[in-house]
């Protein structure tokens, strides 16, 4: 028997879906039972008051959002202020990839002013991880680690499939920035030929059980897919996490 936290949803698994019907999948997701999403690119056309209007019709709350680094570094204002009428208090950079090792340190540099403008509006600013900034090195040390090492201000959403995939034990990252962690995705994945295939839970690689033995307190929980079903997948999941906790 597995204590499980409770587990969001990173939207991000239903874009299709959404694309197609956004207040029909909302829906499904409440029937779900998930209760807690974290926001990524499709908002149905809404302003923040409209989106945090439509979630809490359905029993749902936004308590983050991925938001493109470019508009998080040159947007700022107008994503604070967007953020703010969501009612979402953390935001997370979403990807970032380079092969100069000085462009990541210029980007460390930028990213800790930004944490700390974020900050100052009672937002947290976390950076979500892929496998190259594990598997790749900034100043003798993984990118991620080089990141909030120079960027003291920023947290870290730990994505733990990539960090997986990148040869990385997700649980000892989730140890090692506890203090730091106050998003993790919850995924799974699968080697397929030369590359990685995102899956449902329990159908991967990923070590889960000490994934969410060494969730942080205090730490929200999102599961996510990047190549799913849809809701079938989101159904599959969960049933995997209940049987999980027995």
């Known amino acids: 028997m597995t204590p499980i936290p409770a587990v969001g949803l990173a939207l991000y698994t239903l874009r299709n879906d959404l694309t197609r019907d956004f207040g029909g999948t909302l829906d499904a997701v409440a029937a779900s039972g998930v209760r807690q999403v974290e926001l990524a690119g499709e908002y149905g056309g809404l302003s923040g008051t409209d989106l ?9 709350q936004a308590v983050s959002a991925h938001i493109p680094g470019e508009a998080l570094e040159h947007d ?35 990213l800790e002013p930004l944490a700390q403008r974020f900050a100052a509006e009672g937002i947290t600013l976390s950076y979500h991880n892929h496998d190259h900034e594990l598997s790749g090195q900034a100043g003798g040390q993984p990118i991620l680690d080089m990141l909030l090492e120079r960027a003291p ?6 994505d733990s499939a990539w960090a997986y995939a990148a040869g990385h034990d997700p649980a000892a990252y989730l140890r090692r920035y506890a203090p730091r962690t106050p998003l993790v995705h919850l995924k799974d994945l699968r080697r397929e030929g ?53």
């Open 52 to 60: 945090k209007a439509a979630l809490s019709q359905r029993g749902l």
């Open 153 to 158: 201000s920023l947290s870290l959403e730990l």
């Open 194 to 246: 030369e590359g990685w295939r995102t899956v449902e839970l329990g159908a991967g690689e990923v070590p889960l059980e000490s994934v969410l033995a060494a969730i942080p307190a205090g730490a929200t929980v999102f599961y996510e897919q990047d190549q799913s079903d849809g809701v079938s997948s989101l159904t599959t999941s969960l049933k995997y996490l209940k049987e999980l906790e027995g």
């Open 76 to 110: 700022t204002d107008n994503q604070i202020a967007f953020l703010k009428a969501a009612g979402i208090s953390q935001v997370a950079y979403p990807y970032f990839r380079s092969d100069d090792e000085q462009v990541w340190f210029d980007l460390a540099a930028r």
